[in-house]
């Protein structure tokens, strides 16, 4: 069997679809050796990382603009992936909901997320351009559909009309690194690098709208005015802009930017809890790798983070600061609550496993293609 896979979201700092992608390739060729995976990629200016792929792997890397090439996929479903990979493909793999285009090939997408379709206003220009107007006939069109949640899956159904048949619920799995044990050396030399103390309150995640970020400030500004010596907190993802100056026993808001996993462990190792108050999630990475990393968590009660979460973490309304402030301030007061959390969230963590996640992938993959 030979498969098409875009792996273009993984090609610079994955996060999101792009921590998917990666998830799938490093595993898929080693668990069906028999099988051939062509890997797309394609930029201008970005080369996709060079690594040691199996035998049974072919990257294709093309120079070519990325905004022409997904106005010529979605839009007019030309050039097709085999002409592009010189290769005749048996099925196609999209990692997001928009098909990419081959001749003769069975086609799978992956859906994420539809906020986009219920919030455009929240939504970034080219993703309301492109997946709104189009995600309902391309999905149509696929022979399979992977939702990485339940929640995803209902969505799919109401908003989508997907026959149920056609969808397959596999959810996304957690960087073996997360679950690692971490020496206390290599903590200190991550926090003394990016000049960030321990104990602190940890946000992960993109600065969009639906991340609700301006709760998440107005909430813990609230609570350090009515708490004494609250921990900063520390923003992984957005940029210095969102940071917010203090004193050694006020509020004070750090922004560090991107991180790489073996960071993103360092930090979750040294800090007090995760909080993620997302107006939505089709899953909710962080919380995931929070629970794998043995750090509680506060998060958002409803669509897939009450779902991954699995009674292993502090549940929030993310419309209401108060109650995102009172669900931090329980954790940090409450060491019963946190050591419980922790344990709790370890067991949870243990069914998000990418080794699973590729194997339950290469199952649709058969079932697509049939006899």
């Not at 992608?21 to 898929?28: D, E």
């Not at 997001?96 to 929240?122: G, N, S, W």
């Not at 419309?319 to 609550?337: F, H, K, N, W």
Request: hydrophobic share 45%; with cysteine.
């Amino acid at each position: 069997m030979n498969i098409g896979f875009d792996v273009r979201p993984s090609l610079a700092r994955p996060t999101g679809v792009g921590t998917y992608v990666l998830g799938l390739v490093q595993r898929l060729p080693s668990s069906a050796p028999d099988h051939h995976f062509y890997y797309f990629s394609a930029s201008l200016r970005d080369r996709y990382p060079v690594r040691a792929w199996p035998s049974n792997v072919t990257l294709v890397d093309r120079r070519l603009p990325v905004r022409a090439l997904n106005f010529a996929w979605n839009r007019l479903g030309w050039p097709s992936l085999d002409m592009l990979a010189r290769a005749s493909l048996d099925l196609v793999h999209s990692p997001h909901p928009l098909l990419v285009p081959a001749r003769k090939a069975k086609h799978i997408v992956t859906l994420h997320d539809l906020f986009f379709l219920k919030h455009p206003e929240m939504t970034e220009a080219e993703i309301r351009r492109d997946y709104a107007p189009l995600v309902a006939k391309h999905v149509r069109r696929a022979d399979g559909v992977i939702c990485v949640s339940e929640h995803t899956a209902s969505e799919a159904r109401l908003l989508l009309d997907v026959p149920p048949a056609k969808i397959a619920v596999i959810p996304n799995g957690v960087d073996p690194a997360y679950r690692s044990p971490i020496a206390p050396e290599a903590v200190d030399v991550v926090l003394a690098r990016r000049r960030l103390p321990k104990g602190a309150i940890l946000y992960v995640g993109t600065e969009d709208k639906r991340k609700n970020l301006v709760n998440l400030a107005m909430a813990y500004m609230g609570l350090a005015r009515r708490r004494k010596r609250t921990p900063p907190l520390v923003l992984v993802g957005p940029g210095s802009w969102w940071a917010q100056g203090g004193t050694d026993v006020g509020p004070q808001i750090r922004a560090v930017g991107y991180l790489e996993t073996s960071e993103m462990r360092a930090l979750m190792a040294a800090s007090a809890l995760l909080v993620l108050p997302s107006l939505e999630e089709g899953f909710g990475l962080p919380v995931a790798e929070a629970m794998a990393a043995g750090l509680p968590v506060v998060c958002s009660r409803g669509s897939a983070l009450e779902e991954v979460a699995g009674g292993a973490a502090t549940l929030v309304n993310p419309l209401d600061t108060r109650s995102i402030a009172d669900g931090m301030e329980r954790v940090l007061d409450d060491p019963a609550l946190a050591d419980a959390q922790r344990r709790r969230g370890l067991e949870q963590s243990r069914q998000f496993d990418w080794d699973t996640t590729a194997a339950r992938t290469l199952e649709f993959y058969r079932r697509v293609l049939g006899p």
